[in-house]
């Protein structure tokens, strides 16, 4: 079992940066994969972006080229780093672990944060 706390979200105009963190409590981070999966009001959850235990990262194709995902096993905590943001990016920013390979489908993980708000204004 494992815990992740969600933090670093908040509102930013267009064009905008924000990094989204998530450390895990109790437990290391380093065995897992891990991911950052958002929601829309209205919308289904969808996959942003994910990385290995071994550091190789994928992404969606809406966030290709703006936003990094990165570890710090040290810290227990992994990030997404958001730039140029768009209003299209708003929603629950989630993090989420499971124990085998990236998957974009949210039913394969295991363990999820609360959520962060992240809110883009045009």
């Known amino acids: 079992q494992v815990q992740l706390v969600e933090s670093g979200g908040g509102l930013v105009q267009a064009g905008g940066s924000l990094r989204l963190s998530c450390a895990a409590s109790?437990?290391?981070?380093?065995?897992?994969?891990l991911a950052w999966f958002r929601q829309a009001p209205g919308k289904e959850r969808e996959f942003v972006a994910g990385?290995?235990?071994?550091?190789?990262?994928s992404y969606a194709d809406s966030v290709k080229g703006r936003f990094t995902i990165s570890r710090d096993n040290a810290k227990n905590t992994v990030y997404l780093q958001m730039n140029s943001l768009k209003p299209e990016d708003t929603a629950v920013y989630y993090c989420?672990?499971?124990?085998?390979?990236?998957?974009?489908?949210?039913?394969?993980?295991?363990?999820w944060g609360q959520g962060t708000q992240v809110t883009v204004s045009s």
């Open positions: 989420a672990a499971d124990y085998l390979y990236v998957r974009t489908s949210p039913k394969f993980y295991d363990y």
């Open positions: 990385i290995t235990r071994t550091g190789g990262s």
């Open positions: 109790e437990r290391s981070l380093s065995t897992y994969t």
